[in-house]
């Protein structure tokens, strides 16, 4: 009797071990420690110099997409962004792009205008500070910031616009 119960709670174990990583592998971003963003200082289109803190307000929620121009994936990724930013309610979270390309602005907004990229706010970071600062490791990643001004997820790689990816951020904005 002594072993049947061993045997089934050793059984339950990893039925209940193989359910969480299955589960855990299928969600399109993972959570990760929060942490908030500090009062860093990136440019905007017109290479004007802006604050962190000032523009990812508490009480809405953030979509961050890091890229570059030279980043294939990225290219590829874009209009996907794009739109899934349009099957969502804007009033409840709004969509960023932070370029960490070492190139002039003015050639990364001739990128995005030649590509049809105009729904998505574009940021510049070319000293990768807020990249560096969240520990990330490729391009592209996307983080999302909560309403309380964390960024708890991440996706590395491209986001890709199905019903999986909107069903999570509309999860995670509500």
């Known amino acids: 009797m002594f072993r ?22 299928s969600k399109v971003f993972k959570d990760i420690s929060p942490k908030v963003l500090k009062k860093f200082v990136i440019y905007d ?17 953030y979509l961050i997409n890091f890229w570059a121009t ?3 994936p990225c290219k590829k990724e874009l209009p996907d962004l794009t739109k899934i930013y349009k099957s969502l309610d804007r009033k409840k979270i709004e969509f960023y792009i932070i370029s960490i390309d070492k190139k002039n602005i003015d050639e990364q907004m001739d990128y995005l205008k030649e590509n049809s990229i105009k729904d998505l706010t574009p940021l510049f970071d070319p000293k990768m500070k807020i990249f560096r600062y969240l520990q990330l490791r490729g391009i592209p990643t996307t983080i999302l910031i909560n309403k309380n001004g964390y960024v708890v997820k ?5 986001l890709k616009n199905d019903f999986k990816t ?9």
Request: charged letters at 20%.
């Open 70 to 72: 030279w980043c294939i």
């Open 4 to 25: 049947l119960i061993k045997f089934l709670t050793i059984f339950l174990i990893f039925i209940f071990a193989s359910y969480n990583i299955a589960y855990s592998q």
């Open 45 to 61: 289109k017109y290479n004007e110099k802006i604050s962190i803190n000032k523009t990812f307000l508490k009480n809405k929620s």
């Open 154 to 158: 991440k996706h590395e790689g491209i």
């Open 166 to 174: 909107i069903l999570e951020i509309k999860s995670f904005i509500n």
